[in-house]
């Protein structure tokens, strides 16, 4: 494996942090079975990748084995985003090459300066990655992930947009979707856990971003706890970030 540097993790403001790390602690809660985990939201610019990348880096930060998986394929800006880059100064080869060539899944996975966290970035993006996402490939890739750590986190395409989302779902243990407050409809929102439904994977929680409030607001009114997979989530606030 190579080593990847990350130079720019933002510094998050209490509340964010709090809030990011209180939907880790529940992730915790949901037990053994639940490893893999689609990060997804119904349009872009809600906030899914910042909540997967901050997710990933709490956990690992724990001590826990965690790795991320930018699945993202048509449209990723994780590189650029974050500054990534591998420590060789070579280009990463990243999750569309890894599908599409016939290297050890090993060595496409980088480390990170996290000990127990590791990460797989989409470099090159595809016009059309459908069969990627179809191959047996992208389901030994997930396989793999699952039995070398304890959470593979994956930063999905939005669901609304192409179906990529229901496929990379159909392979996940469950979903975290995310809802930007004030821009997606309750409807839009319904519309999202149907497609998970379909994809036949459990809907572990809503993350609602973007919003400033406390539980009496009118978002928390709109969207407010309610019971996923037999177990009851509130919603998570967040402050910032974007996709």
Request: proline share 4%.
């Amino acid at each position: 494996m190579s080593t990847l540097n990350i130079s720019n993790i933002p510094e998050l403001p209490y509340a964010v942090e709090e809030a990011v790390n209180r939907l880790r602690v529940n992730i915790s809660f949901l037990g053994n079975d639940v490893r893999k985990i689609m990060v997804v939201s119904t349009m872009p610019n809600e906030g899914k990748s910042f909540v997967a990348m901050q997710l990933w880096h709490q956990m690992a930060k724990t001590g826990t084995p965690t790795v991320l998986l930018d699945a993202d394929l048509r449209k990723s800006i994780m590189t650029d985003k974050y500054g990534i880059t591998q420590d060789t100064g070579e280009k990463i080869k990243g999750t569309s090459y890894c599908l599409a060539h016939d290297i050890p899944i090993e060595e496409a996975i980088c480390h990170t300066d996290i000990a127990t966290g590791d990460i797989l970035p989409n470099v090159d993006n595809v016009i059309n990655p459908s069969m990627l996402l179809e191959s047996d490939r992208f389901a030994q890739l997930l396989e793999y992930m699952s039995e070398h750590y304890r959470y593979t986190f994956i930063d999905s395409p939005p669901l609304n947009l192409v179906s990529d989302g229901e496929r990379i779902g159909n392979l996940c243990d469950g979903a975290v979707l995310i809802v930007r407050g004030g821009m997606t409809s309750k409807g839009m929102v319904r519309h999202s856990i149907r497609q998970l439904e379909r994809a036949n994977c459990p809907l572990l929680g809503i993350v609602l971003n973007r919003v400033e409030g406390a539980k009496s607001g009118y978002y928390y009114k709109r969207y407010g706890g309610k019971y996923y997979g037999g177990k009851y989530y509130t919603n998570q606030y967040y402050y910032g970030g974007s996709r």
